[in-house]
C-alpha cells in the first residue's frame, strides 16, 4: 500500500526556515507528481507546491512564490520542501500528496496523502 510519511515541522519564529519532508514507500514515484498543500483552521486546504517526478519541473502557488522550493531525492524516494522567509500567514498543517502523472493544484485529485505536519510560525 502507498504510504507518505511527513517530517520536519515545528515552530519557528517570522522570518526563519524550515525544511519539510515526505518520503513515500509501496511504489516507486517516477511516474507520479508529488504535491505540498497546507489548512489552516477555518480555511480550506491551499495547495502550496509541486514537483513532477520524472521531469523534475516545479510548481508553486503565488503566495510562497520565491520563498519556498520544492525539491526531489529520488534514491530516497523524497520530496522536500525548503521554507524561507516564514510568516505567520504560513502557519498551518502541512500535508504531502501523490498523483498520477500530470501537475495538479486540486487536493481531490491527488490519491495519496501524509498525515500533516505541523508548521507553526510566531509573530
Known amino acids: 500500500q502507498v504510504q507518505l510519511v511527513e517530517s520536519g515541522g515545528g515552530l519557528v519564529q517570522a522570518g526563519g526556515s524550515l525544511r519539510l519532508s515526505c518520503t513515500g514507500s509501496?511504489?516507486?514515484?517516477?511516474?507520479?507528481?508529488m504535491g505540498w498543500f497546507r489548512q489552516a483552521p477555518g480555511k480550506e486546504r491551499e495547495f502550496v507546491a509541486a514537483?513532477?517526478?520524472?521531469?523534475?519541473?516545479?510548481y508553486y502557488a503565488d503566495s510562497v512564490k520565491g520563498r519556498f522550493t520544492i525539491s526531489r531525492d529520488n534514491a530516497k524516494n523524497t520530496v522536500y520542501l525548503h521554507m524561507n522567509s516564514l510568516n505567520p500567514e504560513d502557519t498551518a498543517v502541512y500535508y504531502c500528496?501523490?498523483?498520477?502523472?500530470?501537475?495538479?493544484?486540486?487536493?481531490?485529485?491527488?490519491?495519496?496523502w501524509g498525515q500533516g505536519t505541523q508548521v507553526t510560525v510566531s509573530s
Open positions: 500528496a501523490a498523483k498520477w502523472w500530470s501537475y495538479s493544484g486540486v487536493s481531490n485529485e491527488y490519491s495519496y
Open positions: 509501496g511504489r516507486t514515484f517516477s511516474s507520479w507528481t
Open positions: 514537483i513532477n517526478w520524472s521531469s523534475g519541473g516545479t
